[in-house]
Structures are given as C-alpha cells and as structure tokens.
C-alpha cells in the first residue's frame, strides 16, 4: 500500500476493474462473476458501499477511500503479510485514525502481518509490536515498540525520539 493514494490507482479503471484485474492474473475465483462478487465482499470488509464504489472511477472517491481501495485490491489475493509505505502519512489525522483501526481490525480479522514504513512515531507505537530503526539502509536498531520508545539505545533512536515535536509521549 503505496504513500499516495491518488496515484496509487489507474485513473482509467474503475474500481471493480481494480480488484478484478489481480484475480484474473493469479487466477483466483472460478470465472468473472464469482471475482465480481469476491470484490464486492472485499470493498465491504474495508468498509465501502460495494454497490456504490463498484462502477466509479478512482478520482470519485476522497484519500481515505481510495486508501481503503488500495488496501482491498492487495487484499484480493489473500496475503499473510502487507507491506505498507508511509500508507497514512497523505491522509489528515482523523482520516488517518478510521484507516489504522480498519488496518488494525484486518490484522486481528485475516491474521495479517504488516511491514509498516513510517517516520510518524505516533503511528508507529500505535501500529508496531516490533520496531526496526534504520539509517542509511541499514538496522540500527531492534526492539519490541513499548521498550524502543521507553529506553532507546542507539544514538541515533534517542535523536529520532529528541525530534518529536514536544507534548507527544512515548509512553501515554
């Protein structure tokens, strides 16, 4: 799940396009009408209106919902790990909140895993079990969210963490 979802989507697709196409080239589903109706369910687990988004194009919909969008066509092929990057970081905060807990719900619903790249701390210790600090590509740093924001040991961790504008707390 890309950091941009305008363009994250083909504009010459709609959205029932979108989710189809993936299916159709993994083979999922037995023939059209059955990836139609596996698409439609996936718009309605991520929260959409599968009759209403089905037909439209992506610049009908707001940030938040063609995020929710491009989370649903990764969705249509039944991952055990999604890699997000920077997938909340265009969206304001209160649309950012509603697309963490759905992200949170999918993880608790399909047993997903996520690599979630952000520089958001907040995010991070509302997201991550595990966190890995990098600099210059490469771990700096591995610990679980709670001791890695709490008691950061790498320098470079504990100048991350210096950065944050203040009022926001590691450990709420």
């Known amino acids: 799940v890309f950091q ?27 023939d059209g009408a059955d990836r139609g ?17 089905f037909a439209k ?11 929710r969008i ?3 066509r990764c969705l249509t092929l039944s991952p055990e790990v999604l890699v997000l990057d920077e997938a909340v970081s ?5 649309v950012q909140a509603q697309v963490l807990n759905l992200l949170k719900d999918l993880q608790d619903e399909l047993g ?20 890995l600090v990098m600099k210059d590509g490469a771990v700096v740093e591995r610990a679980s969210a709670a001791e890695l924001l709490a008691v950061p040991k790498h320098e470079y ?9 203040r009022g926001w707390q ?3």
């Open 70 to 72: 491009a989370i649903a």
């Open 170 to 172: 590691a450990n709420p």
């Open 57 to 67: 194009y992506p610049h009908e919909f707001s940030g938040g919902q063609r995020q």
């Open 112 to 131: 997903l895993a996520y690599v979630f790249i952000s520089h958001d701390l907040a995010v991070v210790r509302f997201m991550a079990d595990e966190v």
């Open 157 to 165: 961790t504990r100048r991350l963490l210096a950065a944050v504008p």
């Open 4 to 30: 941009n979802p305008y363009a994250s989507l083909n504009p010459r697709f709609t959205i029932g396009q979108t989710l189809i196409e993936p299916m159709t080239i993994h083979a999922i589903g037995r």
């Open 37 to 53: 109706l596996r698409a439609r369910a996936i718009l309605q687990r991520v929260g959409l209106d599968a009759d209403a988004a």
């Open 90 to 94: 265009a969206l304001d905060v209160s």
